[in-house]
DNA sequence: TAGATTGTTAATCGATTAACAATC
DNA sequence: TAGATTGTTAATCGATTAACAATC
């Protein structure tokens, strides 16, 4: 399937495409030439045609691309048909607002477990699912295999953690620990998520914006 | 201050930059070589020395970069001293975990107020805030002149408030909604945050992986 | 001074844009 | 058919890397 690998910033543009398309679909919009979908998403309509030929012609000439076919193909890409097993360590403030608010199903992943541990949290649950002691992560991962698991926990415990579930066989973070997770095992994906980062960027933007012109 | 215009890949790494330097000066770590720095990072030496050329000459040839002085300078650029007004819309599970667990004053941010349209919600609180009513907005606004509103309210409340809230003087959204902010004055700065994107980047990643070798 | 490492210029690489022939 | 718009190649632009003279 994969007949060539895909660049960074075209993959990171997968999920927008598709969530543009999602729109697009829910107002009922038929068909879209690349060009009204780049103004729509602020692209080019190049960079669009580009990209979406990296995985074969979805379009057609003369009459652009039919929004509901090219959602379903680029979801496909993105394996949303997929039920990858989830879990999340650290039912912390965060962690329970991301189990909570992220649509974990609707992205082809299954938020199968939570674990804390911290013992008072034991027995309590969110987000539909109790939250268990760490001391029965590894015969929870010998039985149900979760692929990916979440990480909610401060800093310090991050890399401890991290070689332990890879041990468990776990193959991908995503890494919401102040801490970048740096994996030499190829196999291992990693995404990290620095909210704080994000936030100080738009800092800088309103303070170097305002004074330039 | 603003010599000439950075590229977005150079201001997204400077919040990285200012991370690792914090971890360095934990360490007790005074002096740090580009190259040193880059086996770190995961970068290339060439990258950082050009990266902080762009601010100007930070380093010492032959000695290589004072951890300190450097963090310091950084986190000038990146206005951790200054004292920006920030308040929250939409006091769900996100929105209370972000309150709660964004350290906003460490990065030169103040969070000065929280707001929910449901009343029930009206007279609790979360990270030491009270949470308000919509109708106490334009007033708060008037009175206390925030500059960032971070929003996490649904997809169809966002566009509508956006444009009040630029009314209301604010210059910068931090955006958690699930749609993409796009505001046409230039003076107003969009940091677009989708963690759904961010999952479903992590697990086309892992399909697409294995089974490349 | 000699060694190390920066600051900076030039070379390379990759991503985006432009152009246009193919074709629906 | 004529018009529209893709798929795709070539040109451009920008970011990263390499190289090295400057200098601490």
Redesign the pocket.
């Known amino acids: 399937m994969s007949k060539q690998v895909i660049?960074?910033?075209?993959i990171r543009r997968l999920p927008r495409y598709y969530r543009f398309l999602g729109d697009l679909e829910r107002e009922n919009v038929e068909r879209?030439?690349?060009?009204e979908l780049a103004q729509r998403m602020g692209?080019?309509?190049?960079?669009i045609?580009?990209d979406?030929?990296c995985f074969g012609?979805?379009?057609?000439?003369?009459?652009?691309?039919h929004v509901k076919e090219l959602r379903e193909i680029i979801g496909g890409i993105l394996g949303v048909n997929e039920r990858t097993g989830v879990i999340l360590i650290g039912a912390g403030n965060l962690g329970k607002a991301i189990a909570a608010h992220v649509d974990f199903e609707k992205r082809g992943c299954n938020l199968i477990g939570i674990f804390d541990s911290d013992p008072l949290l034991a027995g309590t649950s969110t987000a539909g699912l109790p939250i268990m002691p760490m001391e029965t992560l590894n015969s929870f991962c010998s039985q149900h295999h979760p692929q990916v698991a979440v990480l909610c926990i401060p800093k310090d415990a991050a890399q401890a953690l991290t070689d332990e579930l890879i041990a468990f066989g776990i193959g991908g973070f995503w890494n919401f620990s102040h801490f970048d997770l740096r994996v030499n095992n190829p196999d291992v994906i990693v995404e990290n998520v620095h909210l704080g980062d994000s936030l100080m960027t738009l800092a800088y933007c309103m303070h170097h914006s305002t004074d330039e012109e």
Chains 1, 2 share one sequence.
Do not use: E, K
């Open positions: 660049s960074t910033p075209v879209i030439s690349s060009r692209l080019s309509a190049s960079q045609r580009q979406f030929n012609g979805f379009g057609q000439q003369g009459y652009g691309y």
